[in-house]
T-cell receptor
């Protein structure tokens, strides 16, 4: 069985602060894929990143960065210099190697205030 | 990435009626997926729709309640039947590309009164 845990239900920060969203996963597959999605108040789900289980390189995209550590089964997401527009619910998700189903975490509500 | 549209974007329906949601993709895809997101909750997969075969439903979801059609490689419909207030949710379709990246439609916000 696959499981994704996002222990942080809600995080509030002041604009320009850095913030890290945690994601811990469980799977028995040796090949799998990890994802982060952003869901702003409008409701659509925006794809942010996909990471393969065999690629542990960290990735940076502008103010966003991701830290993948297989040893701790974690795939954490950091926003540097947060902005009000970053306010949204962020979901971490897992796809096993043998199927197409995405298993989602419960999401973390990020509120960035002025 | 694929561009996905859904109709309607939102609807208010009466108990006991049905709502059919359409999902259109701008490119041909093998698999399409339907998810439900109940208020304040995460996403749960309802079923996987392959063109030319019956949809595969996840545990807890049945064809009588959530019939799905997939007439071609760019289109699918999900019907939510015999509506009850518990069906009030956002319904999202998604597709997966060759890089295993899944993209989602804008969602259909259903309210059942």
């Amino acid at each position: 069985a696959q499981k994704v845990t996002q222990a942080q239900t809600e995080i509030s920060v002041v604009e320009k602060e850095d913030v890290t969203l945690d994601c811990v996963y469980e799977t028995r597959d040796t090949t799998y894929y990890l994802f982060w999605y952003k869901q702003p108040p409008s409701g659509e789900l925006v794809f942010l990143i996909r990471r393969n289980s065999f690629d542990e390189q960290n990735e940076i995209s502008g103010r966003y960065s991701w830290n993948f550590q297989k040893s701790t089964s974690s795939f954490n997401f950091t926003i540097t210099a947060s902005q009000v527009v970053d306010s949204a619910v962020y979901f971490c998700a897992l796809r096993g190697g043998g199927g197409n189903k995405l298993t989602f975490g419960t999401g973390t509500q990020l509120k960035v205030e002025l | 990435s694929a561009v996905i549209s859904q109709k309607p974007s939102r609807d208010i329906c009466q108990r006991g009626t049905s709502l059919t949601i359409q999902c259109q993709v701008d490119s041909q895809v093998t698999m399409m997926f339907w998810y439900r997101q109940q208020p304040g909750q995460s996403l749960t997969l309802i079923a996987t729709a392959n063109q030319g075969s019956e949809a595969t439903y996840e545990s807890g979801f049945v064809i009588d309640k959530f019939p799905i059609s997939r007439p071609n490689l760019t289109f699918s419909t999900l019907t939510v039947s015999n509506l009850s207030p518990e069906d009030s949710s956002i319904y999202l379709c998604s597709v997966e590309d060759r890089s295993y990246e899944q993209y989602f439609g804008p969602g259909t916000r259903l309210t059942v009164t």
